[in-house]
């Protein structure tokens, strides 16, 4: 499973602890002796490890965000994401200290050390579960966007739907077929994820250039005249309008979620001590994005919002080449997730490498076990974005259950479980609080989509 060798290096600055070449994978090395594409690691700058870590926390989260607000209202909405933010900190702040204190190199070691060999299966499951949901998610906007969506009877026209009409080759299975085998495959094929580095600070450009854009055309028209007053505050009406409100707390905890690659950027930096200010650095900017992404979106479309908000952008927003604009933002946000995907297939190729083939070989030595296990996972992401009807849906399920264990459940567990001795009171009061609120928050959830999926469905009989 391993694809580079561990290689000691002596830095004062690494508090003896052991630096990790950056092919090696997010969990633990099957043998640290194995051969593969070693060498030493150059340590990261603050700078490098700050923009690797705001890649992996932006993603297509970022979608849904402005329908939450259509949920929630902008003040509490806003609150929450300002919430979510501190909570993830301080989950990483826990995982990055027992960590240091065990010795352990990677978030899968950390819960081997806690748990035993059935609590690193559990969080390979977990981020199994979780990034093949991502990526079903970035697969249904580039779809929306290429080739429209519908929602409640209305049709969203897709940018090559509006180029060129609607033809056969530009319906959403041909589309997304042609983006797997000649996009995604291609990037999947890399070995060293630091051969994707190029394509990680483009894709970051993309996304600063659609939040950009979003934000002019907001302004102009709230200049012009042309928005109305966005909603402030929640409308709960009755019960069920108010267990609805639970249905964004995945949402958001899937917007956050990056602490399994927390140790990897970790280990990668020249100075250990500067990961703290990396996490802070990396969760202020990424929040700043996220809210004004937040208000902007939801500014610009109110209730019509969507819930991925790219297929709002189907028609022309009523100002100077307006038209155009809308297809920048979405084809600039298309080709963003395109180059993410393959930096979140990574670590799921290998986790599923893991659990499959424990015993085996490295994988990047084996092109017969590399290239099966990646096209069973291209296969099964395809399949998941043809029939799973919207990101909203995606996320209620990722976000519900492994987003939710990998960013706050799993993190408390190892702070209750205190092998070190070194948990305050403070500690397991937050971490007992977080499984709550996690636990309580999801079920909710879980339940209001379930009895809205039941109305839905027994609607037509009645």
Known sequence: MTIGSITPKDKHSRRGKKVVDENSPLLPTRREGDAGYGGEVNGASFTG??????????????????????????????????????????????????????????????????????????????????????????????????????????????????????????????????????????????????????????????????????????????????????????????????????????????????????????NELEDSTHIKGVVRTSLALCSTVYIMTSIFGFLLFGDATLDDVLANFDADLGIPFGSVLSDVVRVSYAAHLMLVFPVIFYPLRLNLDGLLFPSARPLGLSNTRFAFISSGLLIIIFLGANFIPSIWDAFQFTGATAAVCLGFIFPAAITLRDRHNIATKKDKILCSFMIVLAVFSNVVAIYSDAFALFKKNASPSE
Not at 53 to 66: F, N
Not at 76 to 97: Q, V
Not at 154 to 164: I, N, S, T, Y
């Open 49 to 266: 490890a700050v923009f690797n870590l705001s890649t992996t926390i932006v993603g297509a989260g970022i979608m849904a965000l402005p329908a939450t607000m259509k949920v929630l209202g902008l003040v509490l909405g806003i609150a929450l994401i300002i919430f979510m933010a501190f909570l993830t900190d301080a989950s990483i702040e826990l995982l990055l200290r027992f960590s240091k204190a065990g010795k352990s190199v990677s978030y899968g070691g950390l819960m081997g050390e806690a748990f035993g060999k059935w609590g690193k299966v559990l969080l390979q499951l977990s981020v199994l579960i979780n990034n093949i949901g991502v990526l079903i998610v970035y697969m249904i906007i580039i779809g929306d966007v290429l080739s429209g969506t519908s929602s409640s009877g209305v049709h969203h026209a897709g940018v090559l739907e509006g180029w060129f009409g609607d033809h056969w080759w530009n319906g959403r299975t041909f589309v997304l077929l042609v983006t797997t085998l000649g996009i995604f495959s291609p990037l999947a094929c890399f070995k060293r994820i630091d051969s994707l580095s190029f394509t990680s600070a483009l894709s970051v450009a993309l996304a600063v250039a659609f939040v950009v854009i979003t934000v002019g055309i907001s302004i102009v028209k709230l200049i012009s005249g042309g928005l109305g007053m966005p909603r402030i505050l929640p409308d709960v009406t009755d019960f069920t309008s108010l267990i609805n409100l639970f249905t964004v707390v995945p949402v958001l905890v899937t917007a956050f979620i990056c602490h399994y690659n927390v140790h990897s950027i970790d």
